[in-house]
C-alpha cells in the first residue's frame, strides 16, 4: 500500500509560481513512477506529468512543458510539482499519483491517488 498527501496548494496571481508536494509512504514508494493529474470545475481528468522511481525521466503534457518541473526526493519519499507562469485555466485540483508501471498511470488508471490540492490562479 502507498498513502500519497499533497501540499502546498492556494490561491495565486496570474504569471506567478507555486510549488506543490505529495509525501508518500509505504515500503515501496519510492520505487514507483509518481506524477500529477488535475481537475478543473465542469473538464474531466488531465494527465499533467510523471517521473520515474530515479527521477532520471520525466514526461509531460505538453500545454505544461516549459511552465511546469517535476522532481522527486526518494531520500525524503517526496515528489514536487513547480508551476510557473500560472495561467487562469491552471486552475484545478492537483491529484498526485504512483504506480508501478508508466503506461497505466498515463491513462489514469493509477493504482494510488491522494486526496487533491486546490490550486486557484486568479486574473
Known amino acids: 500500500q502507498v498513502q500519497l498527501v499533497e501540499s502546498g496548494g492556494g490561491l495565486v496571481q496570474a504569471g506567478g509560481s507555486l510549488r506543490v508536494s505529495c509525501a508518500a509512504s509505504g515500503r515501496t514508494a519510492n520505487t514507483y513512477v509518481m506524477g500529477w493529474f488535475r481537475q478543473a470545475p465542469g473538464k474531466d481528468r488531465e494527465f499533467v506529468t510523471a517521473?520515474?522511481?530515479?527521477?532520471?525521466?520525466?514526461y509531460y503534457a505538453d500545454s505544461m512543458k516549459g511552465r511546469f518541473t517535476i522532481s522527486r526526493d526518494n531520500a525524503k519519499n517526496t515528489v514536487y510539482l513547480q508551476m510557473n507562469s500560472l495561467k487562469p485555466e491552471d486552475t484545478a485540483v492537483y491529484y498526485c499519483?504512483?504506480?508501478?508501471?508508466?503506461?497505466?498511470?498515463?491513462?489514469?488508471?493509477?493504482?494510488?491517488w491522494g486526496q487533491g490540492t486546490q490550486v486557484t490562479v486568479s486574473s
Open positions: 499519483v504512483a504506480d508501478a508501471q508508466f503506461h497505466t498511470l498515463r491513462t489514469g488508471l493509477a493504482d494510488y
Open positions: 517521473i520515474n522511481w530515479s527521477g532520471g525521466i520525466t
